[in-house]
């Protein structure tokens, strides 16, 4: 018997046709729920096939039975696009498709996608790859993989089954324009229900277990009865801000019963976006049978606080998931063609997250990656993107230079994923055609806003005035410290909200010596739970006695606080709007106050997006008496965005550095892959995923040693053989990780504050990185106020 998997436990053996054919099923279940059901299942029946070798076999024997690795590298994963390429291309063009998106889904499966065609038109990864003669031991394989009966009869059948998929779907994309976006993450979809697939099957021979995932139905349907008997608590108090929810809410309702498309639901800070959202995506999930519900958020911040409240609504808190960032970074060996060569690689492969539970909440950064990044581990999350209700909240933090590619997502998870998408936000920016700078509109339903009478509805929900402080010199920390005091005189609670972490911790530095206020500090250096329990304790003490918070912007979206008066640092309007939502927040008071000053401390040069912001809201809005009353108005935050956008298009490149076109052009193909005759599909993956970075600067999510979090640093430097632990672990690291850019840790290592697990796979801070109060500190000085918890 040829051997796809040795059992390190009890040495049991999985044969490569076992393997095959339960991968193969396993990818059926994904791809049909996108009518890529054959695509997807003939991947699978092929990924491995290059494991049909004698060769292979004793090669396991020799790692797992004997712990000899031998160091040469096993190409176990050309073969089965090279079969395909050679026994069914060049036949018809429908069928060329097919034979492209399966093979590209099979040789790529350790390595992440290749490219069909070069930048310089020589030839691409997948041609020198499936036109390899000199592949070691491919007769072989073949001979092996034919004898079998059934296996030639198989791929036939699925061959035809496909075509008809393939047909199908340029039926489908031709009518909505840029078809090449749509071919090249369609492939990239058949790529992920591969990935995963076979990563799970692999994982459950390994833990002998059986692939299981929590029934989303039975999930949707409790945790909609819950919800409805908030509903009826919530209209017993149905006066004044309390009343506008509820309003929210059943507007939400009413839209769950239209069918799958893109929808916005433009709700004033403070109106309950998360509540009404959660009724829609519940009700319309049980209507229309989804998979799972996705909440997307651009801050940590706001996923921990509103998981939590999903979990309460729903009662069922082991069916929702936090996905805050990729705790183990093994992008290094990625590519492996096996999991043997180095010690650790098997767990975390097989032990990370695919997103197989009913409700998630992820991040912005995470939801691009799925579609952009590079490797194989974020692209296996893919295909639980679809057939699926996705939530976008604060969907006007998409980062400027990703709109195109966040527009092409977008339209392809409703398209062609049958997902049924909300676009949530106080200040919805423009995405549609009417803009000239939007080159890849989205593709919205005529009606597409969930509230009605949006302008009456803000007027409804006024619970702040908004004045302008803004000093054309800017403010100082001591000027903005004296202003600060001064609103304290006759109020209890300040919030005071700047643009970097720099001028906030100067800030804090200034007040942290008043006498009876209690001052907190908030800021990305600090690892969610650290920032979690400061946020409890503020909480705790408003109303109580006197409060002040000093914090970047990380506070404003979504966060659950009400404080007596703001003070926000010039940013975009959108920003504003966000910080207000933080002051009066449940109507305690008649009006609360929001100041917009200019802090002098930002330097804002690497961060074009909040400067332009700033410059426009200063330039064309605060200055225009047209909006200065009515700055939260539907009309105002348009003619805000149109400006941005204009600026933005000016100022900021949005190509890599190293291209000479976006990212986006390259998604799109350019002119030179029309005139390519090497393949049809003319997909470029590797060229955008090398150069593909959700935010500008990259980061890197390293443990810290805060609380719980130095018991996992511990746990993980043991040799783990336990998957469901290390799984668990991982999960919850997550809060107790901060995510730093490379020169920070190039900083960090000269001082010898910085220490890796797993194989350099895992980074961890010694104790003199992390301070009680602010966080990481580079120079290790951290101090030990623990009197602070």
């Known amino acids: 018997m ?44 092929l990924h491995d096939m290059g494991k049909f070798t004698e060769h292979f076999t004793t090669y396991l024997k020799n790692a797992v039975l004997k712990n000899k690795i031998a160091g040469e590298k096993i190409d176990h994963s050309t073969a089965g696009a090279k079969y395909l390429y050679e026994r069914y291309y060049g036949i018809d063009p429908l ?25 310089d038109l020589k030839p691409s990864d997948y041609v020198r790859r499936v036109t390899n003669e000199q592949l070691p031991y491919y007769d072989e394989v073949v001979l092996n993989f034919e004898s079998i009966t059934g296996n030639i009869e198989r791929v036939q059948q699925l061959i035809d089954e496909a075509k008809l998929e393939m047909q199908k779907f340029i039926q489908l994309v031709k009518p909505l324009g840029n078809a090449n976006v749509y071919l090249t993450l369609m492939q990239k979809l058949v790529f992920s229900c591969l990935i995963d697939a076979d990563r799970t099957n692999t994982r459950c021979f390994e833990e002998n277990s059986n692939t299981s995932e929590m029934y989303a139905g039975d999930v949707f349907e409790i945790g909609y009865q819950h919800l409805m008997e908030k509903v009826t608590e919530f209209k017993q108090n149905n006066q004044g801000i309390n009343a506008l929810r509820n309003e929210m809410s059943e507007s939400c309702d009413m839209f769950a019963d239209y069918p799958s498309g893109i929808y916005t639901l433009t709700v004033p800070t403070g109106g309950g976006k998360t509540f009404a959202s959660l009724r829609y995506a519940l009700k319309h999930a049980l209507k229309y049978k989804k998979s799972r ?19 309460e609504m729903i009662q069922q808190p082991e069916a929702v998931l936090e996905h805050h960032a990729n705790v ?11 999991y043997y060569n180095q010690t650790y690689h098997k767990n975390m492969q097989l032990g990370r997250d695919n997103w197989d539970y009913p409700i998630i909440f992820t991040t912005m950064v995470q939801f691009l990656d799925a579609f952009y990044q590079k490797g194989t581990r974020k692209s296996r999350r893919l295909h639980n993107l679809t057939d699926a209700i996705i939530v976008f909240d604060e969907v006007q933090s998409v980062p400027y230079q990703h709109r195109e590619l966040f527009h092409s997502a977008v339209n392809f998870l409703q398209a062609i994923g049958n997902s049924s998408i909300i676009l949530c936000t106080a200040t919805q920016p423009a995405n549609d055609a009417s803009i000239k700078q939007i080159k890849v509109p989205l593709l919205l339903k005529k009606e597409s806003e969930m509230i009605p009478g949006l302008d009456e509805v803000v007027d409804a929900f006024k619970r702040v005035s908004i004045s302008s402080e803004v000093d054309p010199d800017g403010w100082d920390a001591a000027q903005i410290a004296n202003f600060t005091k001064k609103l304290l005189e006759d109020r209890d609670s300040v919030l005071v909200i700047l643009n970097t972490k720099t001028a906030v911790k100067k800030l804090y530095q200034e007040l942290e010596v008043l006498q009876d206020v209690y001052v907190a500090h908030l800021s990305t250096s600090m690892c969610a739970m650290h920032r979690k329990e400061i946020l409890e304790r503020i909480k705790e003490k408003l109303g109580k006695e006197k409060v002040v918070c000093v914090s970047t912007q990380l506070i404003e979206a979504g966060v659950d606080i009400s404080f007596e008066s703001v003070i926000r640092s010039l940013a975009g309007l959108d920003s504003i709007a966000q910080a207000a939502g933080r002051c009066n927040r449940n109507g305690e008071r008649d009006l609360g106050e929001v100041f917009i000053i200019r802090s002098k401390d930002e330097n804002l040069s690497k961060l074009p997006e909040i400067r332009i912001g700033a410059e426009v809201t200063s330039d064309y809005i605060l200055t225009n008496p047209a909006y200065i009353d009515r700055l939260l108005h539907p009309k105002t935050i348009e003619t805000y965005f149109s400006h941005f956008l204009a600026q933005a298009e000016r100022e900021i490149r949005i190509a890599p550095p190293e291209l000479d076109c976006d990212l986006f052009t390259l998604l799109n193909g350019t002119s030179a892959a029309k005139q390519s005759k090497q393949t049809r599909s003319s997909g470029m993956f590797k060229t955008i995923e090398k150069h593909f970075e959700a935010i500008h600067s990259p980061t890197t999510a390293v443990l810290v040693p805060f609380g719980e979090g130095e018991e996992i640093i511990a746990s993980l430097n043991e040799d783990i053989r336990d998957f469901k632990l290390f799984n668990q672990l991982i999960k919850k690291a997550q809060q107790y990780s901060v995510n730093l850019y490379t020169h920070e840790l190039r900083i960090l290592d000269n001082e010898g504050l910085i220490e890796s697990l797993y194989e350099d796979s895992i980074y961890c801070l010694t104790k003199k990185a992390y301070d009680l109060e602010y966080g990481v500190t580079l120079k290790g000085q951290a101090g030990l106020q623990l009197e602070f918890y």
């Open 328 to 338: 183990v970074d093994d992008e290094g060996i990625d590519n492996e063609t096996d």
């Open 2 to 45: 040829l051997i796809a998997h040795i059992r390190q436990s009890d040495f049991a053996e999985q044969s490569v046709q076992e393997h095959l054919e339960e991968v193969a099923e396993l990818a059926r279940r994904f791809g049909d729920l996108v009518n890529l059901g054959a695509h997807a299942e003939l991947s699978g029946f």
């Open 293 to 311: 519900i996705i909440y997307v958020v651009p801050y940590t911040t706001i996923l921990e606080q509103n998981a939590q409240a999903v979990r």
């Open 95 to 119: 069928q060329d498709y097919v034979v492209e998106t399966v093979g590209m889904a099979v040789l790529s499966h350790h390595s992440g996608m290749q490219n069909f065609l070069q930048p």
